[in-house]
């Protein structure tokens, strides 16, 4: 009986845990204009920025670029932002997105969570909506990368734009106190059913 009640609290606190909305646990839009705390990386040696501009969906956008690269392949530019993960599930990460174009070469927009490539694509039409589900994350501390992959440019300006970056629970998470109380309650409820079935 014991161990049915222990489930039964396990489950409601579950149940509660996947009730209402989804939680925003990291959000930036870029309209401060200030990228200063994401991280530059690149793996070329010639001029390259993490900067915003102003040609996002709204306001300002993250726009990692490089320039007059040397024609190589696998050139990249980088920014890196941490996030954290309050419990251990499933998140959803949102973001618009866009490449440049590129004649006779290439240029796609990379997103990577934790070093793991998520998507790299090229689309030059407008930003695009994109979600991408991160199922079963750690609790902790994630790196979210957003960056611009180019192979075989040979002159000008290659990047990529991003903006309305969200990671949010998949469900709303509750207060430890309401989680408390609840489980209380229940275990509570739990021990009155126990007297009445040996009176």
């Known amino acids: 009986m014991k161990r049915m ?3 039964f609290v396990g489950a409601a606190i579950a149940m509660a845990a996947s009730a209402g909305n989804a939680m925003v ?9 200030d990228v200063t705390d994401w991280v530059k990386s690149t793996n ?7 900067q915003t ?10 726009f990692t670029y490089l320039t007059a690269p040397p024609g190589g392949t696998n050139l990249i530019v980088r ?22 174009v590129c ?3 290439t240029v796609s927009y990379d997103v990577l969570v934790d070093g793991m490539h998520l998507d790299r694509k090229n689309f030059t039409s407008g930003f695009e909506a994109r979600n991408f589900n991160l199922m079963g994350l750690s609790a902790g ?3 979210l990368i957003l960056g611009v992959y180019t192979t075989n440019a040979s002159s000008g ?16 998470i509750p207060e430890a106190s309401t989680l408390a109380a609840l489980a209380g309650g229940l275990t509570a409820l739990g021990a009155g059913l126990v007297r009445r079935r040996h009176q």
């Not at 646990?25 to 204009?33: I, Q, Y």
């Not at 300006?157 to 709303?172: H, W």
């Open 53 to 62: 501009d102003g040609t996002a969906v709204s306001g300002q956008s993250l």
């Open 79 to 100: 920014a890196t932002k941490s996030f954290n993960a309050p419990v251990a599930g499933d998140y959803l990460l949102s973001l618009y997105a866009v490449s440049t």
């Open 141 to 143: 501390t994630h790196s």
């Open 157 to 172: 300006l290659f990047g990529a734009r991003f903006d309305n970056v969200e990671v949010s629970t998949q469900a709303e």
């Open 5 to 7: 009640i222990g489930l």
């Open 25 to 33: 646990v990291f959000s930036d839009n870029f309209d401060d204009g």
């Open 103 to 105: 004649s006779g070469c």
């Open 44 to 50: 070329y040696a010639g001029t390259t920025s993490v």
